[in-house]
């Protein structure tokens, strides 16, 4: 069983960044490809950005491209996203999750889930 625990979150004012980490235990890190999710007040949750195991692979929602960078250290068995230019529209509750297939974070049904940590973006 796999525990995933994000942390980051918060207030930012719209063209600023913020940098999301989440941190795994109970599991292989380097075994699961780590994705990110969100979900705004009112709306589906959405997939977000998806990492290979060894961090070879990344891929990205259209509306974040140019501006998150999802990364891992396997050493520290844990994923980041790096927010960049963010904008009110990027408010959600940011979600974490793992999965030893890419595959199914893509089609956000990853295996495992975080808690989630919210991200405010707002002057």
């Known amino acids: 069983q796999v525990q995933l625990v994000e942390s980051g979150g918060g207030l930012v004012q719209p063209g600023g960044s913020l940098r999301l980490s989440c941190t795994a235990s109970?599991?292989?890190?380097?075994?699961?490809?780590m994705g990110w999710f969100r979900q705004a007040p009112g709306k589906e949750r959405e997939f977000v950005s998806v990492?290979?195991?060894?961090?070879?692979?990344?891929s990205y929602t259209e509306s974040v491209k140019g501006r998150f960078t999802i990364s891992r250290d396997n050493a520290k068995n844990t994923v980041y996203l790096e927010m960049n230019s963010l904008k009110p529209e990027d408010t959600a509750v940011y979600y974490c999750?793992?999965?030893?297939?890419?595959?199914?974070?893509?089609?956000?049904?990853?295996?495992?889930w975080g808690q989630g940590t919210q991200v405010i973006v707002s002057s």
């Open positions: 999750a793992a999965d030893a297939n890419a595959g199914s974070i893509r089609r956000s049904s990853p295996r495992y």
């Open positions: 109970g599991g292989t890190f380097s075994n699961y490809a």
């Open positions: 990492i290979s195991w060894l961090g070879g692979s990344t």
